[in-house]
């Protein structure tokens, strides 16, 4: 048996940070990863991220290698390709990354702050006190079994986590429904002459008939490479790659010499986060919490700013020197208050958007109905900012249509409601039956008149 402070189950995004800060805090933390050290990090991604959340949070940069493009936009495609909106906003500039290496960047960071890493060590499941999460059971590279015990676990590891099924707590999700996540195909291609698109830019396209509940993404690397796949929702799977072959691979590559670096396929979670990052002993985090923002299916930032949550919790729960949930609850407060009400309000403009006829789209772009400064405002911070006579200008302009435009309205009332709720995140678990009841009447009258959002 070995004792700890926090033990972390895996060193992604997510795990790696809740690590660093708490071993740069002084605590005695255990990062456990089922994979290889040298693996770990290496995952099917779009493989962008902002460059702000390094400044949140206090650490370097990517170095170079680490990072292989610096990005400064977003261009925005309709399903017809023939207009574009470009989306530039300081905030949202980043880096595409070299996926292993930085996350090998993370996790050294962690372990070189203090953490003790056990790599190709499982957690196969969890142990309790009554109902107070109190290590894991884990089962080495050796294949020996062993007890961690800690005064809280982290569940870092990822979408797929077995761990949270073990937990029964008052609204904890156990499963996620197959309308609340897309399944995934990229490549990464090596192109024999220059990228054409401008590699300053990522681009997104939108289309509910190829793409439905997803998009394609072209996001290039470096002059010559480019990470090139799609996200669509589980029900339009058939053969993912075929179905990128088809609709992806042939439009955007067709003939032009390629060598394909690497493929494979991924599931991101495209909903609201967990009601409760907490429970008794235990903090989930990450894709664990289906932490991903439902419009971009970024998950990258959101994992590390919640992974520094998890810490600023522990240390509060240090306080009374007890681990339960409502002690851990400061966890919740600070994650709901802020990324989950943005991310619960672009749920509900996931679940509009996904409803919308493509000729919708077409229109919406052609027209500038909204601009890339508006649809930035709207990615980052989950809510329409425009106002009612802006729309109704819009319409008087002959910008929008009427539907669009009473859509848009009610939409931005739907999210501002939401966020306002989420603001008002229960302060201990006791209430948190009344707040989720509050939370699923927004949720049914969108879901009544968009389709499925939960
Ligand atoms: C195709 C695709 C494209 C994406 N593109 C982007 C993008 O461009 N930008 C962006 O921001 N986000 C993107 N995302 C989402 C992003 O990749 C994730 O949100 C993010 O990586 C989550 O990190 P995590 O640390 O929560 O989980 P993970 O990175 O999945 O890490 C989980 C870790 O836990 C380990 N583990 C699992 N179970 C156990 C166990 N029982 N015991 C020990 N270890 C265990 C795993 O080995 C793994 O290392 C994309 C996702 C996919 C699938």
């Not at 909106?85 to 595409?96: C, H, V």
């Not at 953490?115 to 499941?125: L, R, V």
């Not at 919790?313 to 020197?321: D, G, I, L, Q, T």
Request: glycine residues 10%; charged residues 25%; positive net charge.
């Amino acid at each position: 048996m070995k004792k700890f402070d926090i033990i972390v189950v895996g060193s992604g995004t997510a795990g790696s940070i809740a690590a660093y800060f708490g071993a740069k805090r002084g605590y005695k933390v255990c990062l456990l990863d089922g994979k290889p050290r040298y693996k770990i990090g290496d995952k099917i991604c779009g493989d962008a991220i902002g460059s702000r959340i390094f400044d949140e949070l206090g650490i370097p940069h990517p170095k170079r290698g680490e990072y292989l493009n610096i990005i400064d936009g977003a261009k925005l495609f309709p399903p017809d390709t023939a207009y574009s909106i470009t989306i530039k906003d300081p905030t949202q500039a980043g880096y595409i990354v070299d996926r292993l290496r930085f996350g090998q960047g993370l996790m050294n960071t962690a372990i070189d702050a203090g953490a003790e890493q056990f790599d190709q060590t499982h957690a196969i499941s969890l142990l309790f006190n009554k109902e107070q999460v109190t290590g894991v059971k884990i089962k080495s590279k050796n294949f020996n079994q062993d007890d961690f015990m800690a005064d809280i676990v982290i569940d870092a590891s990822g979408f797929h986590t077995q761990l949270r099924k073990q937990v029964n707590f008052p609204y904890l999700e156990k499963e996620i429904a197959p309308t609340d996540y897309i399944v995934c195909y990229r490549e990464i291609l090596r192109l024999k002459n220059p990228v054409v698109v401008d590699q300053r830019f990522i681009s997104i396209y939108m289309d509910n008939k190829r793409a439905p509940g997803g998009y394609i993404w072209y996001f290039p690397r470096n002059e010559y490479e480019v990470n090139l796949g799609f996200g669509v929702m589980e029900n339009h799977k058939s053969n993912l790659r075929d179905y990128y072959q088809k609709i992806v691979y042939e439009p955007f590559i067709g003939d032009e010499p390629c060598t394909r670096i690497t493929g494979g396929s991924g599931l991101v979670s495209v909903c609201k986060p967990l009601l409760t990052g907490v429970a008794n002993g235990i903090l989930f985090v990450g894709d664990a919490a289906k932490q991903v923002n439902p419009i971009t299916g970024g998950g990258l930032m959101s994992s590390m700013q919640a992974g520094s949550y998890t810490i600023q919790a522990y240390e509060k729960a240090r306080e009374s020197e007890t681990f339960d949930a409502l002690a851990l609850w400061q966890y919740n407060l600070l994650f709901q208050k802020t990324i989950g009400a943005e991310f619960a309000a672009l749920n509900l403009l996931r679940s509009a958007i996904q409803s919308f006829p493509n000729e919708v789209m077409n229109f919406a772009i052609k027209n500038r109905v909204v601009t890339g400064e508006e649809i930035s405002r709207i990615t980052t911070k989950g809510e329409i900012s425009l106002s009612l006579p802006e729309l109704l200008g819009k319409l008087l302009r002959g910008l929008s249509k009427p539907k669009l435009l009473l859509d848009l309205n009610y939409l931005r009332n739907r999210m501002g409601e939401i966020k306002v709720l989420y603001r008002n995140y229960p302060r201990s678990p006791s209430y948190l039956g009344l707040w989720v009841e509050q939370l699923e009447k927004i949720n049914i009258q969108v879901r009544n008149r968009y389709g499925p959002s939960s």
